[in-house]
């Protein structure tokens, strides 16, 4: 009798893991970070924790639990960190949209910047080419004059 109970046991045990296939569970797990430690997905953690909580995984898919309904019960078990990226609600909305302002502000401040450093270099161009106009004069002056000596010679 016990090895009866022991063998349905095992079967209800290995029932989730022979309907739901690895590659669910680690989509799921893949959308979830650890609890325990920082900045490490579930599906790469190797904690004992993390086991127990893709078996979970696994367990709820095969009651056909959705991919949302999974996050929404790890998130009352371990608190919104487990998502690892804030939801998009109230204060967090900052967090999504600070760096793509930030990086547009400072696209602009360089484009203004580029802009007024070439602007100061065309204007330093244009008086250096005015100057170099009056020095090629004289360079005129004198390559001439070469020219009528270096005739003399031939």
Same mark, same amino acid.
């Given at each position: 009798m016990f090895g009866f109970a022991a063998s349905a046991i095992a079967q209800d045990g290995a029932s989730p893991a022979s309907t739901v296939s690895p590659n669910d569970v680690k989509e799921?797990?893949?959308?979830l970070w650890c609890p325990l430690c920082s900045g490490v997905r579930l599906d790469a953690c190797e904690l004992k924790a993390c086991e127990q909580m893709r078996d979970v995984?696994?367990?709820? $898919?095969s009651e056909g639990d959705s991919d949302q309904e999974?996050?929404?019960?790890?998130? +009352?078990?371990?608190?919104?960190?487990? $998502?690892?990226e804030p939801p998009l609600e109230g204060?967090? @909305? $900052? +967090? @999504?949209?600070l760096p793509v302002v930030v990086m547009i502000?400072?696209?602009?401040? $360089? @484009?203004?910047? +580029?802009?007024s450093m070439i602007g100061g270099r065309t204007q330093e161009a244009t008086a250096g080419a005015a100057n170099s106009s009056a020095a090629s004069d004289s360079e005129d002056e004198y390559g001439r004059k070469l020219d009528e000596e270096l005739k003399h010679y031939d």
């Open positions: 799921v797990s893949k959308q995984i696994a367990v709820k $898919l999974i996050k929404d019960y790890f998130v +009352a078990q371990y608190g919104p960190q487990v $998502l690892g204060f967090n @909305w $900052l +967090a @999504w949209i502000g400072g696209g602009v401040f $360089l @484009w203004f910047r +580029a802009r």
